[in-house]
Nanobody, 125 residues
């Protein structure tokens, strides 16, 4: 059974940085399409960044320039480095994975079968 475990959430002040990691277990497949989503209170879950089938990274507009995605295929782990954090980045961050996300244009939750439990990121002003 595939499981995703996120580590690295926490509380920081505006302008601070955090690194989130997400490790896939229960599978030897290491070419998952993996992504980060986030959900703020009262808002829809939105895509943050994706590492797709073609080993390309794509970012939501709000993440571009501040967030950096990387993937370690040996460890089957996805990392999200976040800098210059803003209060509006406060949310629960979820890792997601699927064997493929081919055809996905914007980062959409419907393309992902496997989800982590989420990790809280709180940015204070």
């Amino acid at each position: 059974q595939v499981q995703l475990v996120e580590v690295g959430g926490g509380s920081v002040q505006a302008g601070g940085s955090l690194v989130l990691s997400c490790t896939v277990s229960g599978s030897t497949y290491n070419r998952y399409c993996m992504a980060w989503f986030r959900q703020a209170p009262g808002k829809e879950r939105e895509g943050v960044a994706v590492f797709d089938d073609d080993l390309r990274t794509r970012y939501a507009d709000f993440a571009e320039g501040r967030f950096t995605l990387s993937k370690d295929n040996v460890k089957n782990t996805l990392y999200l480095q976040m800098i210059s954090l803003k209060p509006e980045d406060t949310a629960i961050y979820y890792c997601a994975a699927d064997e493929t996300c081919r055809g996905m244009t914007t980062i959409q939750r419907s393309y992902f079968e496997h989800w982590g439990q989420g990790t809280q990121v709180t940015v204070s002003s």
